[in-house]
């Protein structure tokens, strides 16, 4: 029996892993010859499912190339055929505010309201 067990993705501390990710997407846009491949497909469904189910996950400040990456992985139209329109539009949606925001989707915070 398991008390206080907390699901985690493994991304809401450091991760070398992710770091080499980012580093590789900061050179190529995709993991293979630069040509989108099931490569990216067996990546990209797994940090796709981060956003989807532990929406508090910061990604776009430590690794601003993986969420580029997610962005355009989301957007094919073969994403939205395996998932629906549904789940592609929220993904979408949620990489938008982190990439406009940088900060994990939040709005900005204004000096003094105006900027």
């Known amino acids: 029996h398991i ?3 907390r699901y985690d993705t493994g ?7 992710i770091d080499t990710l980012n580093t ?3 050179q190529s846009p995709h993991l293979v010859q ?4 099931l490569a990216d497909v067996a990546v990209a469904s797994y940090l796709l499912y981060v956003i989807q189910f532990f ?3 910061e990604l776009y400040q430590r690794w601003p190339h993986v969420v580029r990456y997610m962005r355009e992985c989301a957007g094919r139209e073969g994403y939205g055929q395996a998932f629906g329109g549904r ?3 929220f993904c979408l949606e949620r990489l938008d505010k982190m ?3 940088g900060n994990g989707g939040e709005e900005k915070k204004k000096m003094f309201g105006l900027f």
Request: hydrophobic residues 30%; without cysteine.
């Open 99 to 101: 990439m406009e925001s």
């Open 87 to 89: 789940v592609q539009g």
């Open 24 to 26: 590789l997407l900061s």
């Open 34 to 37: 630069g040509k989108f491949s």
């Open 55 to 57: 929406p508090d996950v």
């Open 11 to 17: 991304l809401r501390n450091p991760n070398r892993r």
């Open 3 to 5: 008390t206080n067990f």
